[in-house]
T-cell receptor, first 114, second 114 residues
Framework: DTGVSQDPRHKITKRGQNVTFRCDPI?????LYWYRQTLGQGPEFLTY????????KSRLLSDRFSAERPKGSFSTLEIQRTEQGDSAMYLC????????????FGPGTRLTVL | KNQVEQSPQSLIILEGKNCTLQ??????????LRWYKQDTGRGPVSLTI???SENTKSNGRYTATLDADTKQSSLHITASQLSDSASYIC?????????????WGLGTSLAVNP
């Protein structure tokens, strides 16, 4: 499968724990995006990378959230001291070239904070 | 205020039947309009993307139309299959070259019954 992949697909954690998600974009794509989606809502933009540079972060991304893309390929999203409000689907997307070009989404990581 | 409204909110049809989903938007400026299919617990999958000058675009059994004057779009599904059961989301991009500011509709939940 040469699409966008995310790992893990599901994560259940206790409040206060740290979690880390991984996204592997389509190999030649230089842009990578993280979104959060709650039930019945559209995805909300969190942050995006062009190659290894993090170019924009949403105000939704509190200081408990950090994202990296160290070699311009895969990316990680870490949430520290998780809260119940962090429970959501975390989606990764990638595309090539201009940032308005069509995006390809991964299957998402479903986070449940107990 | 930039908004994307979809109707109906949910729809049930019998396998083999056709259906049409509606999207009205009040987004300005306008760059492109996208239709995504999202299965429960999965990431969105792009069906079509249309710019201002395009009136219709097909992808297999899916045909999208766009009237930029009335700011309306529709997605027509022909000869529905059980696997078409999903949420169909209309997304408008106000800026060319910017996937961070997409305006997402809430989707139409389609159930195709045997």
């Amino acid at each position: 499968d040469t699409g966008v992949s995310q790992d893990p697909r599901h994560k259940i954690t206790k409040r206060g724990q740290n979690v880390t998600f991984r996204c592997d974009p389509i190999s030649e794509h230089n842009r990578l995006y993280w979104y959060r989606q709650t039930l019945g809502q559209g995805p909300e933009f969190l942050t995006y990378f062009q190659n290894e540079a993090q170019l924009e972060k949403s105000r939704l991304l509190s200081d408990r959230f950090s994202a990296e893309r160290p070699k311009g390929s895969f990316s990680t999203l870490e949430i520290q001291r998780t809260e119940q409000g962090d429970s959501a689907m975390y989606l990764c997307a990638s595309n090539l070239g201009a940032s308005g070009n069509e995006q390809f989404f991964g299957p998402g990581t479903r986070l449940t904070v107990l | 205020k930039n908004q994307v409204e979809q109707s109906p909110q949910s729809l049930i049809i019998l396998e083999g039947k056709n259906c049409t989903l509606q999207c009205n938007y009040t987004v300005s400026p306008f760059s492109n309009l996208r239709w995504y299919k999202q299965d429960t617990g999965r990431g969105p999958v792009s069906l079509t993307i249309m710019t201002f000058s395009e009136n219709t675009k097909s992808n297999g059994r899916y045909t999208a139309t766009l009237d930029a004057d009335t700011k309306q779009s529709s997605l027509h599904i022909t000869a529905s299959q059980l696997s078409d059961s999903a949420s169909y989301i209309c997304v408008v991009s106000p800026n060319a070259g910017n996937n961070r500011k997409l305006i997402w509709g809430l989707g139409t939940s389609l159930a195709v019954n045997p």
